[in-house]
């Protein structure tokens, strides 16, 4: 099979013909069609990240495809059904505390470590070994919009905030990055799920203006100035902030973050999901006499459980979330190298670029 190869930090891919994997017991080989490469892809190939994915590697975060083959314990795919490749992959060996590395990408601690020496090679190849329970249906397709629908690598992990924090229509949420690349899909399917209101808070004008141009009077756009402030956030909107989703990224001071937090109303919920302090800096410090006096709830998220894919498939195939607003631009995987440039030239809300075998 012809696959992009990472064989060390710093080098581009090279695009090879390699073995096909061999299956085994509880995995599933899929014919990738598309992958979606993300806008930080080249600082990860550079090494700039640190990421911990051991080379030579074929890497490749997810995507969509069609089982070619699955095994003997696979009881509900067929070979030809289309499925998201879902890249989180967990530990089978203990339910309670999965360890989780991120086929083809990285992986977390000595555990995720572990798991990436053998789940390790991604989806920029024309074959993948996944997990069965990684290998999602996501129903008939047709093989055009494969690209698109790798949208969900966005919305997945969007949709997995809002459902850690127990999101219900007619509720209002605060996103705080709104006018980042998954804080404006947390916009999108909040407002999907029937949210009254989303207040977007961001720094850049123009992509503020932009979601209010998308999404209509239901969304709540707050600009950032020199100070965050908690009273702005809570001032731009009539009804209390039922929850908030921080997205924001590392280099971010924790301040931006604690002022979004604590604009959430008494008995209020919080996910973090963004990177905050991962570079050092200042801690997040919330006052404990603000938490427990308004019975705040506060919980971080990373990813999604697998069974909210199937639900956010169903948002989509009723028409509620419109992949439509997603921007797709192809490469095949021969010029893998224009779409790591790409990516990073056009990162932004509601932009894809796509890899295609
Ligand atoms: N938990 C998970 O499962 C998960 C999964 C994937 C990614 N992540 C994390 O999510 C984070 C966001 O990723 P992304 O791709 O969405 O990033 P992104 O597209 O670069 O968006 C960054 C957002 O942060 C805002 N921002 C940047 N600097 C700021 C500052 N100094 N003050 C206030 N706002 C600032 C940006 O606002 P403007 O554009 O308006 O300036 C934008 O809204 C990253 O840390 C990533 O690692 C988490």
Known sequence: MKAAILKKFGAPLIVEHVPMPAIGTGEVIVDVVAAPMVSYARDVFSGARNYPLPTPVIPGLGG??????????????????????????????????PDIALQGWSARGKGGAKLQTYHRDGTFAE??????????????????????????????????????????PGETLLVNGATGN?????????????????????????????????????????????????AA?????????????????PHVPATVARAAVMSVRPYGRVVLMGGVGMLGGEDL?????????????????????AKSVTTLIGLIRVGLLDLEQ????????????????????????????????
Do not use: K
Request: charged content about 20%.
């Open 326 to 357: 997603f921007e797709v631009a192809e490469f095949g995987i021969d010029r893998i190298n224009e779409a790591v440039s790409h990516a990073f030239r056009h990162a932004g809300p509601f932009r894809l670029t796509v890899t295609t075998m």
């Open 127 to 168: 074959q993948v070994r996944i997990p069965t329970e990684c290998a999602i249906p996501i129903g008939h397709i047709d093989a055009s919009n494969a690209s698109r629908w790798s949208a969900l690598s966005v919305l997945t992990i969007a949709y997995g905030g809002l459902v850690a924090l127990d999101f219900r």
């Open 233 to 249: 956030m809570q001032a731009a909107t009539q009804n209390p902030i039922d929850a908030v989703l921080d997205f924001l990224p």
């Open 182 to 230: 998954f804080g404006s899909a947390t916009v999108q399917v909040a407002l999907a799920m029937g949210a009254r209101c989303v207040v977007a808070v961001g720094r850049n004008e123009t992509v503020l203006e932009d979601l209010r141009r998308r999404f209509g009077e239901r969304l709540v756009p707050v600009r950032l100035s020199e100070d965050a402030s908690t």
């Open 285 to 305: 410090a919330l006052p404990y006499p603000w938490i427990m006096r308004n019975n705040i709830t506060i919980r971080g998220q990373w990813m999604y459980e």
């Open 64 to 97: 969509i495809g069609r089982v070619r083959e699955a095994g003997p314990d696979a009881t509900h795919l067929n070979i030809g059904d289309w499925v998201f490749c879902d890249p989180t992959v967990r530990s089978r060996d203990d339910a309670l505390m």
